[in-house]
């Protein structure tokens, strides 16, 4: 069993098709079916089957693929540490961050990190709750980042700087300018985030424990989606204060006061309990509590954090 075989192996898991597997991999159709025969031979038994669909794993593929991840990551990992034990400092930052996290904070950290850490080399990608917790676990990323604290016993997590929630809408709305606005009155559209999203879920635990029956629901995939239809008068949003900072200074968006908000969150960093991290992910874990990150982040402060 190769590292060959199983990177060979997943990619045809995930594309399930042997010429998307060579695509991605940048070889050979031949060479990647060499490399499955030659890992089936090595374990003994049928890993992949072909049908209408394309090809999938058998129930022993499916049992392979997620040690063959946590392999891989493993020795990804191990090449990571070996660097950084040569040259403190230097290496590969995988982090992995849910949205509003991946768009409007940790950017800002690491901009900041590496000025102190210029020899590191971060990758960031960026996903739902559920894809932070797939790559923590493949050890395909060493931290990630999210709005609530891990639920898998497996990752620890730790919070590291406030996540306000404001509710927001156009600056026109009815109630712009009131405060202590019941949530009730908020009979209004929602604009929700995808399935998946924090936001949204948190969203939904707000309309349901404040009995807010909203008028029509509308479903948007992205911030930047949920913000334009905002502006433009489509519905009210709950958002994270600092994806909002610069739309409330410029007057694009207003706040709407609504009792109990806004609702005081933190965002996680997360990583595995028994998961060994390479020297640039211990540094930024570090650094992501300190100061200087909370200073870079708050550097567009809204003024909108007042109950
Ligand atoms: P989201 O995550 O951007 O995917 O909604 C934010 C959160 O979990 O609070």
């Known amino acids: 069993m190769t590292f060959a075989q199983l990177r060979a192996f997943l990619a045809v ?25 030659a890992l089936e031979r090595d374990v003994g038994v049928r890993l992949l089957v072909r049908d209408k669909r394309g090809v999938r794993p058998t129930p022993s593929g499916e049992a392979l693929a997620g040690f063959a991840a946590q392999c891989l990551g493993l020795a990804e990992q191990g090449r990571d540490s070996a660097v950084s034990a040569a040259h403190p400092g230097r290496g590969r930052l995988r982090l992995v961050a849910v949205t509003t996290a991946g768009e409007y904070v940790v950017p800002r950290i690491l901009k900041t990190f590496q000025e102190r850490y210029p020899e590191v080399d971060p990758v960031l990608e960026v996903g739902n709750r559920a894809l932070v917790l797939e790559r923590l676990l493949a050890r395909e990323a060493d931290l990630g980042v999210s709005g609530r604290p891990p639920v898998e016993g497996a990752v620890k997590g730790r919070g590291f700087l406030a996540n306000d929630l404001v509710i927001v809408a156009a600056p026109d709305h009815p109630l712009a300018g009131r405060s202590g606005i019941d949530p009730r009155r908020l009979d209004d559209t929602w604009l929700l985030r995808e399935p998946g999203s924090g936001t949204r879920s ?29 502006a433009v008068g489509l519905g009210v949003t709950l958002i994270s204060a600092r994806a909002v900072a610069l739309e409330l200074a410029a007057g694009t968006l207003a706040r709407l006061r609504v009792r109990g908000t806004p609702l005081r969150r933190r965002w996680f960093l997360q990583y595995l309990e028994e998961g060994f991290l390479p020297g640039p992910a211990q540094a930024f874990l570090r650094f992501a509590s300190g100061t200087a990150a909370r200073r870079a982040v708050l550097a567009a402060r809204p003024a909108v954090v007042r109950r």
């Open 13 to 37: 898991v995930r594309h399930r098709s042997v010429t998307g597997a060579a695509a991605e991999l940048y070889v050979t159709q031949p060479a990647v079916s060499a490399s499955l025969a």
């Open 202 to 230: 948190t969203t939904e635990e707000f309309l349901a424990r404040n009995e807010v029956e909203p008028r029509r629901v509308l479903n948007l995939g992205s911030n930047g989606a949920v913000k334009q239809a905002a």
